[in-house]
């Protein structure tokens, strides 16, 4: 079983920054994938941003240039550095990882106002 342990969400004005954190635990084997996804009101679950054991990163279009996603490899942690933040960014953000199947944080919060 592998746990994941988010924090930094919260409530940000348009054009503000927030920095996710998450770290993962338990049987965790390498190489893996960690990363981001959000789920908005009414909205299926997509991902935002996502990277491998050798810092492959990928992103979704809609948040090329703004947000930067990092990881610390040793530690399993992962981190999602949000900026340039816009409403449409509002969501339950899900931390992931893939070590032979998917896991999934229990989700945080980022709300983004006008």
């Known amino acids: 079983q592998v746990q994941l342990v988010e924090s930094g969400g919260g409530l940000v004005q348009a054009g503000g920054s927030l920095r996710l954190s998450c770290t993962a635990s338990?049987?965790?084997?390498?190489?893996?994938?960690m990363g981001w996804y959000r789920q908005g009101p009414g909205k299926q679950r997509e991902l935002v941003a996502a990277?491998?054991?050798?810092?492959?990163?990928n992103y979704a279009d809609s948040v090329k240039g703004r947000f930067t996603i990092t990881r610390t490899i040793a530690r399993n942690t992962v981190y999602l550095q949000m900026n340039d933040l816009k409403p449409e960014d509002t969501a339950v953000y899900y931390c992931?990882?893939?070590?032979?199947?998917?896991?999934w944080g229990q989700g945080t919060q980022v709300t983004v106002s006008s």
């Open positions: 992931w990882i893939f070590t032979g199947r998917s896991y």
């Open positions: 990277c491998t054991s050798a810092n492959i990163t």
């Open positions: 338990g049987s965790i084997f390498r190489p893996n994938n």
